[in-house]
């Protein structure tokens, strides 16, 4: 059982990533969290397509993406790692202990309030907790942790994807803008590799988001050119993060047990 703290942090900074020319989902978002009594900050997000190729290539690198994935990320997947990593800064720079990001496709399944409670409470670091599944999907999971009677902090076998709805504490907001100056993977499986950055990565569980997975991607990626493909790489990149991750993910779990043990 993972034990609480006392915090007078009740709401945490909540960011919304939202494309100028997506008024319709801003207003829905908006609709929602105030429906919830959630303050937000609005983050413009970056449309990839109008990037200049030097702005581009101010933090995306070709060379790291022939290195570490196997096809050549869109402008639209640049995009969506760059308005990733402006929330980040906001996060890092502010004077909150954490706060919330969202994507402007997200939903409200739970009760965001006793999620930011429980959040609020934990007495072991954390980095990053993802609040939502990619378009709602299930993941094998390694290890679950009772916290109270609404949600358990659970590990996954592989960390979840996607970016619906992610709490990332000041620390982790730190560590993550640091070491994505340079990128050459999508932004969610830059997470997925967390031992490169130096973060844990958790799930709160059952999800208080959602993905509405009515809505197509504003930000996300494009349909990939063939030629753009490596598919060799893509299988011994595979290989090598099935290996990597299953020893992180292990590791990961002993460090947290230690914690909770020092309680």
């Not at 915090?7 to 801003?26: G, K």
């Not at 959040?119 to 072991?124: A, D, I």
């Amino acid at each position: 059982m993972i034990t609480h703290k006392h915090n007078t942090q009740t709401m945490p900074a909540v960011y919304l990533i939202n494309l100028d020319r997506s008024t319709e989902r801003l207003q829905k978002s908006r609709a929602l969290l105030e429906k919830h009594n959630i303050l937000f900050e609005r983050v413009p997000a970056i449309c990839g397509r109008s990037l200049s190729e030097d702005s581009c290539l101010e933090h995306y690198c070709p060379n790291l993406n022939k290195a570490r994935y196997y096809y050549n990320l869109t402008p639209a997947q640049i995009g969506c790692f760059l308005s990733h990593r402006e929330a980040w800064r906001r996060i890092a720079e502010g004077d909150a202990d954490y706060g919330i990001v969202l994507e402007d496709d997200f939903l409200i399944e739970g009760d965001v309030h006793k999620a930011f409670a429980t959040l609020n409470g934990l007495t072991h670091e954390w980095d990053l907790v993802k609040l939502s599944a990619y378009a709602n999907r299930t993941r094998p999971i390694a290890k679950q942790f009772f916290i109270n009677d609404e949600f358990n902090l659970v590990v996954h076998k592989k960390p979840m994807s996607g970016g619906a709805a992610t709490a990332i504490s000041k620390k982790g907001a730190q560590k993550l803008y640091a070491s994505t100056t340079k990128f050459g993977r999508p932004c969610d499986t830059e997470i997925q590799h967390f031992w490169e950055h130096g973060i844990t990565v958790l799930s709160l569980m059952p999800y208080p988001f959602a993905q509405d997975v009515t809505c197509d991607s504003t930000i996300a990626c494009r349909k990939k050119s063939k030629d753009d493909r490596r598919p060799l790489r893509r299988l011994s990149q595979q290989g090598y993060q099935y290996l990597r991750n299953k020893s992180e993910v292990s590791k990961q779990l002993r460090n947290l047990a230690l914690q909770l043990h020092a309680e």
